[in-house]
Nanobody, 117 residues
Framework: VQLQASGGGLVQAGGSLRLSCTAS????????MGWYRQAPGKQRDLVAT???????DYGDSVKERFIITGDNRKNTVYLQMDDLKPEDTGIYYC????????????WGQGTVVTVSS
């Protein structure tokens, strides 16, 4: 199983970026997929996730600014990030996990997002 992330980069505060993550070697079914980020010296925190059924969850700091969507046919999730702030800077990691049998938890390699002030 591989998670291929793309879309990171450098943007000015107030700008936008779109991340995507595609899972290969597995079918996105009865699972949750999304993004976590880690700023320098901090723990990895929830950004946004979506289940294969379409239920979303967001970290408090990104609500109203980020939107996560998914395309089950493509095993891909997208994260539209608007009104970016310097505190959004970090490494964004894609995650795919499933709690019901058979359970699994996979991480992508991370993509860097840098927001300049």
């Amino acid at each position: 199983v591989q998670l291929q992330a793309s879309g990171g980069g450098l943007v000015q505060a107030g700008g936008s970026l779109r991340l995507s993550c595609t899972a290969s070697g597995i079918v996105f079914s009865a699972a949750r997929m999304g993004w976590y980020r880690q700023a320098p010296g901090k723990q990895r925190d929830l950004v946004a996730t979506i289940t294969s059924g379409g239920t979303t969850d967001y970290g408090d700091s990104v609500k109203e600014r980020f939107i996560i969507t998914g395309d089950n046919r493509k095993n891909t999730v997208y994260l539209q990030m608007d009104d970016l702030k310097p505190e959004d800077t970090g490494i964004y990691y894609c995650n795919l996990n499933r709690r019901i049998a058979p359970p699994y938890n996979y991480w992508g390699q991370g993509t860097v997002v840098t927001v300049s002030s």
